[in-house]
């Protein structure tokens, strides 16, 4: 996805002028990929309510989070080099205009299986329009002012992370209109016609000169082996662990293993291969793919049963719920302008010094929680942890991609820095499944969300909460172990700059 990108002729491509409306163009997609920044978190803290409102089930509250990353992770690739191929604001506005209408239909769901099908569909078009955004930038800008742009996305990144929990809780209580839970997802609507329209106006048509054809049948496979892991781990316990859970899960992995092979051996220069496979064959790139996959397994995964046991089990509101969130984002503020610049000095250790963090971090919040198991625990006690938790999270994340790319070749960054974001987002999907069936197989009776046990107290969910933290603290100390495996350096910005 980043070999020669051009412009059209008449935007002045032809001359190497810049396109006059380039930064216009790069606030409305900006704007548009903030509704898929935002929805990866804000649902978290909605899920309660949404729990009692549709009577939803344990597997189908996982579901929700991970129908959503799922159809993310299993589109993200092809549909960068669809927008390559055929051009990145055709995908961009297809994209904008899907998640809209998806958004409607999750705001209107009566179902909890509705409700997972359209998150679902939601994913897709979030893929469909992410990858024309990045791509766009390399297009548009040059030099300094493609990494201002590229900085410009981080900041709304980081943004939209800090406010989507927060976000989430606000609008479930506010109950604009009656809606609920369901304006987490309605107010994404008028911001989707909003860009939609600009976006016909001001976004140029760009797209890759040299793109080879998108392997769809490597996709399809792609996306069956995902969803066949993490279907097993989601309706395993509410099934008694079937043998065909068993199968199923070993087919996902043997089919994303048969999909490696087959890509390897790939000659024809026709297709796009779909997964980097040169890259794989780089200790540090596996590594890094690794790290980046346990980090959302542990973020998606905490935040998804933390968001349960606070208003299940403590009485927060969704609101409060969403305040104590802030911490863990104002750790990551302070930490994450510095990350860059320590990382260029210090490397891997300073991503395996964040890791630490976010491990003892999430184990300090274990232990407020164990301590305070016979009463409800206040916000205080967990305010710590969640602030160095979250300063961890700066000091991994932000430099992580820099780190790994400097053992990856330039003629397949691109390839490789999709793969990345592909993990995260299985990751994240691979979180809510695995921790949160943790979580709910030691609640008493399988209580649906915003219910108390038999004996009508909230131990059960503090004990749940407290069976899953292990997991969470073991992961994060994983990822400081295999950070030490990473390059030394990071790649100085002056490399990427073009």
Known sequence: MTATLTTPPADGAATGAPHPRRWAAA?????????????????NVAIPSIGRDLGASESALQWIVSAYLLGFAATLIVAGHLGDRYGRKVLFLAGTAGFGLASLACGIAQSPGQLVAARAVQGVMAALLMPQV??????????????TAFGMYGAVAGFAAAIGLLLGGLLTDADL?????RSVFLVNIPVAVATFVAGIVLVPATRERSAGRPDVLGSLVLAGALVAVVLPLVQGRANGWPVWGWVCLGAGVAALAGLGVVEGR??????????PVRAFKLPAFSVGVLVQLLFSVGMQGFFLVFAIWLQSSEGYTPMQAGLVTVAFSVGGFLTAPAADGLAARFGRLVLAAGSLMMAGGFAWVWSAVADASDAHTGAWPLVPGLLVAGAGLGF???????????????????????????????????????????????VPSGPAAGEHGPSGTPTGLTDALGAAMPWVVAGFALCAVLCLALPRRAVAHAEHAE
């Open 177 to 181: 209109f009656g809606w609920g839970w």
């Open 27 to 43: 606030a409305v997609m900006m704007v548009a990929a903030l509704m898929d920044l935002l929805d990866v978190t804000i649902v």
């Open 396 to 442: 991994l994340v932000v430099p992580l991609v820099n780190v790994v790319l400097s053992a990856v070749p330039a003629d397949i960054a691109g390839g490789a820095s999709g793969i990345f974001s592909t993990a995260q987002q299985f990751g994240g999907a691979l979180g809510a499944a695995a921790i949160g069936t943790v979580f709910f197989n030691h």
């Open 266 to 275: 790939r000659r024809s220069h026709k297709i796009v291969p779909l997964l």
């Open 134 to 147: 990045l791509g766009s930038f390399r297009t548009l800008f040059r030099g300094k002012e493609r990494g």
